[in-house]
């Protein structure tokens, strides 16, 4: 038991330091281009998903970041390693819109439109695994940090969750922090028919943290960590054959 959970901690280390540096080779710049994107997914990849989008910025820091925009380079710089690391990342959204139908006029037309067809776009991949990327926020408690991952109730998800938490506690968090199973009220993550983990990056309401979240050293080490915990998944789970 002991000599497994040894192994299983080298085993972490060694994927974070091998992902470190292909991430400082691969991710020097934050492309711009929409090459992840597709409207109709149908072979067996990793969905990454950047939150919000379009007219929902979701949670502002104080100095007026918006999560939306964080979500999107960190899932950019997520793509790229991912893509380095042979395996097929989409995007659900490669910029600053997001999903809506153009018919969606008010701003809650347009978010139910935007997460209808989000669930559309990940449910239409035969199989996959899907990693939604997020940032929190806890008014009233700037002293709160840390990233923390949730997962649907989809087979396997609690094992997505579990590995990405324990690589993201090993190189980011300061204090360990528990995966946990998503409230059933995230439409997005209740809907969606495959493993899917949502990573809270970090809470906007820390400053300190806040300001980390937007650099470009601190994304590169969360794409980082995700990606390795994403690997470790798919050695456990036997389907990591490149
Ligand atoms: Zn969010």
Redesign the pocket.
Known sequence: MFSAILHSRWFAATVLLLTCFLCFLALLTVPDTAVFSSSVLTQPSVILDA??GGMDG??VAADGSA?SHI?LQITRRLALLMLFLGEEPVMTRTDESDLSSPDASSIRQQKVSDLHNRVDLINSADSAVVISI??NMLPGHPEVRGAQVFYNSVPSADSLAAAIQQILNQSINTKDRAFKPIDSGVYLMKEIRHPAALVECGFLSNPKEAAQLGSAPYQKQLAAAIAAGYLQYQTKEGSYEK
């Open positions: 939150g919000h979701g949670a999560e979500n997020h940032q």
